[in-house]
């Protein structure tokens, strides 16, 4: 996010980070009871190590990280997004007057009047090869495949989860022993680059519908037994490099 703002931010009139322990979601203690009860106690250590210990870590920096940097010298509005199909996030959107919204794997659906709340709609940055692993840890379940097959996805907003016309691609090949966690990383790097050339084509004032591909089966968060077969294969979700990466983590 920080390497897409620095890179866009002329353009960036409004960033959303979305609050994960938000109490329509249940809150922190309420999501956590949801994933113990279905995925068990290694989940949640996947969990610390990509949402709460980051947050925690730059909580106890001084200083912006990189991507307030990025765009506090412009003065972009940063919000904290606990609904973003709310009146207060409407607000905003109506405030900054986008023409276009653009979410790197959130964590919510935007509804259709949000999304018409922006002239061009929105667009998705997704870290598998959709119409394949839709959903929340993509890169679990494409490291569960046969042959692991890994990629980026750009693809349009529509009110279904990763389910919009599919805008451009790529596959990227992972190291062998490459963490679920350490994937998403990559993947969601190696697409700022392709995300930048759907925006180019986006701005020539084109209109780009995209690929319409059949919407697959939704890949939900990973089962007891899911994980178990997971660890069988020798697929991880977190490693050493994926705690120091959480700990460098900064906005």
Same mark, same amino acid.
């Given at each position: 996010?920080?390497?897409?703002? +620095?890179?866009?931010?002329?353009?960036? *009139?409004?960033?959303?980070?979305? &609050?994960?322990?938000?109490?329509?979601?249940?809150?922190?203690?309420?999501?956590?009871?949801?994933?113990?009860?279905?995925?068990?106690?290694?989940?949640?250590?996947?969990?610390?190590? &990509?949402?709460?210990?980051?947050?925690?870590?730059?909580?106890?920096?001084?200083?912006?990280?990189?991507?307030?940097?990025?765009? $506090?010298?412009? $003065?972009?509005?940063?919000?904290?997004?606990?609904? *973003? &199909?709310?009146?207060?996030?409407?607000?905003?959107?109506?405030?900054?007057?986008?023409?276009?919204? !653009? /979410?790197?794997?959130?964590?919510? %659906?935007?509804? =259709?009047?949000?999304? #018409?709340?922006?002239?061009?709609?929105? %667009? &998705?940055?997704?870290?598998?090869?959709?119409?394949?692993?839709? $959903?929340? !840890?993509?890169?679990?379940?494409?490291?569960?495949?046969?042959?692991?097959?890994?990629?980026? /996805?750009?693809?349009?907003?529509?009110?279904?989860?990763? =389910?919009?016309?599919?805008?451009?691609?790529?596959?990227?090949?992972?190291?062998?022993? /490459? /963490?679920?966690? #350490?994937?998403?990383?990559?993947?969601?790097?190696?697409? !700022?680059?392709? +995300?930048?050339?759907?925006?180019?084509?986006?701005?020539?004032?084109? !209109?780009?519908?995209?690929?319409?591909?059949?919407?697959?089966?939704?890949?939900?968060?990973?089962?007891?037994?899911?994980?178990?077969?997971?660890?069988?294969?020798?697929?991880?979700?977190?490693?050493? $490099?994926?705690?120091?990466?959480?700990?460098?983590?900064?906005?």
């Amino acid at each position: 996010m920080a390497e897409f703002a +620095a890179a866009e931010r002329e353009r960036i *009139v409004l960033l959303g980070l979305s &609050n994960p322990y938000r109490r329509a979601a249940g809150g922190a203690v309420g999501q956590a009871w949801r994933h113990l009860r279905r995925s068990g106690p290694r989940f949640l250590l996947y969990l610390a190590v &990509n949402m709460a210990l980051p947050r925690l870590a730059a909580a106890l920096r001084r200083g912006p990280g990189p991507l307030a940097r990025a765009l $506090g010298a412009r $003065g972009v509005p940063v919000l904290e997004v606990d609904d *973003v &199909n709310g009146p207060g996030f409407h607000a905003a959107l109506r405030a900054a007057r986008p023409d276009l919204i !653009v /979410t790197f794997h959130f964590d919510a %659906i935007l509804s =259709a009047e949000t999304l #018409a709340l922006a002239p061009m709609g929105g %667009i &998705n940055i997704h870290p598998s090869l959709l119409p394949r692993h839709r $959903g929340p !840890v993509p890169t679990f379940w494409a490291g569960m495949e046969s042959v692991p097959s890994h990629g980026v /996805t750009v693809h349009r907003l529509a009110p279904r989860i990763d =389910a919009g016309a599919i805008l451009a691609q790529r596959a990227i090949p992972l190291p062998p022993g /490459t /963490t679920a966690s #350490a994937a998403a990383r990559l993947l969601h790097r190696a697409a !700022v680059p392709l +995300a930048r050339e759907v925006l180019a084509r986006l701005g020539t004032g084109a !209109v780009e519908e995209g690929r319409v591909v059949e919407v697959l089966p939704y890949c939900p968060f990973p089962s007891r037994a899911a994980l178990h077969e997971a660890r069988r294969r020798g697929l991880r979700l977190v490693g050493l $490099g994926d705690l120091r990466a959480a700990l460098r983590a900064r906005l």
